[in-house]
């Protein structure tokens, strides 16, 4: 432990500090320095701090989301180039192909979990801050008397501060408090409840459902039920702080999602169908349609695009007459205004017909 204690010590500092400052800020406020709701609110500050610095992650986590989609046409070819052939050299030929295919797209089945990698360090060194707080409060601490900016004085209030009547540092396994057992169950329920969820929400409401047939999907989908089930059974290990952490967190993500999803659904998939619902409802109640509020958003040769005036007001579409088309079939000039106009043709051409000549008057002998 010392080693890994060593590992983490500049990211334990970095906790401890923020802890400390947003514990500062609570006391500020008025709130009592010792309570537990004070070093408990610490704790979701450090949240939203590492959140924060966490969003150009996130972005990446959605933008690869996105990019798994626009793969699957290639991905399809790929099974079905490989339909059949279950000899152990033909799969691997596939998964080397496939991951090939991810690579050049810049995207992964896995970049779903770059947000929970990402915050594993500063999981594991708030663990091991919340467990060294008795060891700080009694000058015992190995490394001195002190986490950073954490001293021996404000480790003893984090270690005897307490909410609901349980400890930030006590454990699930490691104490026969009834209140103890009662808050680290609960936190462990929404611990794991909130990481299924948030990875459900991610990889199959936002998914069209071509994305979600293929190994790598299944995979991905194997790993959004196991890791609630890994939270749920080591859980019981955790201090009270670090469960408040992960759950806090969680939500965070929960929001983070939604709103995204919400408002920039992925094309083809569940979260799309709601989002055009919702639109055409609130145009309905406008008396409007999803065409007159800009949710149609029709190609270069849409002929309705072509006959729309400037001013909005739609016009019927014209068809060429029949002059337009013995001039060689050219099509009609859309003018500022939005009206359609025939492009001027001499006379001659437009209407063509044969001027008596003199050799065709003159009488045959």
Same mark, same amino acid.
């Given at each position: 432990?010392?080693?890994?204690d060593?590992?983490l ?7 401890a #500090? &923020?802890?400390?400052r ?5 006391t #500020? ?9 004070? #070093? ?9 701090? &590492?959140?924060?610095?966490? $969003?150009?992650?996130?972005?990446? *986590?959605i933008?690869a989301?996105?990019?798994? *989609?626009?793969?699957?046409?290639e ?10 052939k279950?000899?152990p ?5 596939m *998964?080397?192909?496939?991951?090939? &295919? ?7 089945p896995?970049? +779903? ?8 360090p500063? !999981? ?11 060891a ?13 900016? @954490? ?8 270690e005897?501060?307490?909410? !609901? ?5 006590s454990?699930?396994?490691? +104490?026969?408090?009834l209140?103890?057992?009662?808050v680290?169950?609960? @936190? ?12 459900r ?10 994305? @979600? ?5 299944? %995979? ?13 059974? =080591?859980?019981?290990?955790?201090? $009270?702080g670090? @469960? ?5 967190s969680?939500? #965070? ?10 408002? +920039? ?7 799309e ?12 109640r ?22 729309t005036?400037? +001013?909005?007001?739609? %016009? ?10 013995r ?12 009206a359609?106009? *025939?492009? =001027?043709e ?8 044969p001027?008596? =000549?003199?050799?065709?008057?003159k009488?045959?002998?």
């Open positions: 432990m010392d080693f890994f060593s590992l010590w500049p990211i334990k500092v970095a906790v #500090w &923020i802890m400390v947003a514990h500062d800020v609570l #500020w406020l008025g709130m009592d320095p010792a309570g537990g709701w004070t #070093w408990l609110l610490s704790i979701v500050a450090l949240v939203v701090v &590492i959140r924060i610095l966490l $969003i150009p992650l996130f972005v990446r *986590q933008k989301s996105r990019g798994m *989609q626009l793969v699957q046409p991905i399809q070819k790929l099974q079905k180039k490989y339909k059949g279950t000899d050299a033909s799969r691997q030929a *998964q080397q192909e496939m991951m090939a &295919i991810y690579k050049e797209a810049g995207t992964s896995f970049a +779903s979990c770059l947000p929970i990698l990402a915050q594993m500063i !999981f594991f060194a708030l663990f091991r801050v919340l467990s060294s707080l008795e700080v409060a009694t000058g015992t601490y190995a490394r001195g008397d002190s986490i950073g900016p @954490l001293t021996q004085e404000l480790a003893a209030q984090a005897s501060s307490e909410i !609901f009547g349980a400890s930030l540092s454990t699930f396994l490691g +104490s026969d408090d209140a103890v057992k009662f680290t169950a609960a @936190l462990i329920i929404i611990m794991s409840a909130t990481t299924l969820f948030t990875q929400q991610l990889t199959m409401k936002n998914m069209p459902q071509s994305a @979600l047939d293929n190994p790598m999907a299944r %995979q991905q989908r194997m790993l959004m039920y196991i890791l609630p089930l890994v939270f749920a059974f =080591s859980g019981v290990n955790f201090p $009270i670090v @469960l408040v952490y992960w759950s806090t969680n939500l #965070w993500s929960m929001g983070q999602q939604w709103f995204v999803i919400r408002n +920039s659904p992925a094309p083809g998939s569940e979260a169908a709601k989002y055009k619902e919702r639109q055409a409802r609130k145009a309905k406008r008396g409007r349609t999803l065409e007159d509020d800009g949710a149609h958003t029709p190609d270069t040769t849409d002929t309705d695009t072509l006959t005036g400037a +001013s909005g007001q739609r %016009q019927q579409p014209k068809r060429n007459s029949p002059r337009s088309k001039a060689g079939g050219r099509p009609a000039a859309v003018s500022a205004g939005g359609v106009e *025939q492009e =001027s001499p006379e001659a051409i437009a209407e063509p017909a001027a008596p =000549s003199s050799k065709s008057t009488p045959k002998k």
